[in-house]
């Protein structure tokens, strides 16, 4: 059995492939809380989306991309079957679906879905400034984005530390993107 610091070691030296493969061992063997899906969500959203990065995709042919694409649907599934109610789960998968709808099905079906997703999180956790500042994002002209984001200029940054806190991959990533 591997375990986060493992995937965690293989992201952080770019070995972004056997991240994945790991991951994905530990969902087929039956492991499929919260942080695997997640990990393994983000690792195969994120795979997909790069597929044009030789850097990131390094050694990946197209039955790998099968896979990743058929493994982010399937964990997809199961997280909105399992996790509806979980922020971090709303939180991270919302902002990926709504970032890149067309990697998840059909552009407009699943952008809804993921807006959903972040309104739901936003509904559960209306105080955390990192869910109110992404889900304000969709109208990043209005007024209410703008205040959120000078709310959380002064809090992000121990909030990002307490949600993020690994140092693998999918949290480098939302600590990087929440740092600006």
């Known amino acids: 059995m591997i375990d986060g610091d493992q995937i965690s070691e293989f992201e952080t030296a770019t070995k972004y492939q056997e991240a994945f493969l790991s991951t994905k061992s530990e969902w087929d063997k039956g492991k499929r809380d919260l942080s695997i899906c997640l990990n393994l969500g983000f690792i195969s959203w994120y795979l997909s989306v790069e597929s044009g990065n030789t850097f990131i995709t390094q050694g990946l042919n197209d039955n790998d991309y099968e896979i990743i694409e058929l493994t982010l649907s399937e964990v997809t599934e199961e997280g909105i079957r399992n996790f509806s109610t979980e922020t971090q789960f709303l939180l991270i998968f919302g902002y990926m ?84």
């Open 97 to 180: 679906i709504t970032l890149f709808p067309h990697h998840f099905g059909d552009y407009e079906y699943w952008e809804s879905i993921g807006k959903n997703m972040l309104s739901k999180a936003y509904e559960l956790e209306p105080s955390d400034p990192i869910i109110e500042m992404v889900f304000l994002a969709d109208n990043m002209r209005s007024e209410g984005y703008r205040n959120a984001c000078l709310r959380s200029k002064e809090h992000i940054k121990e909030h990002i530390k307490d949600r993020f806190k690994n140092k693998g991959l999918m949290d480098k990533y939302f600590q990087d993107v929440f740092d600006r």
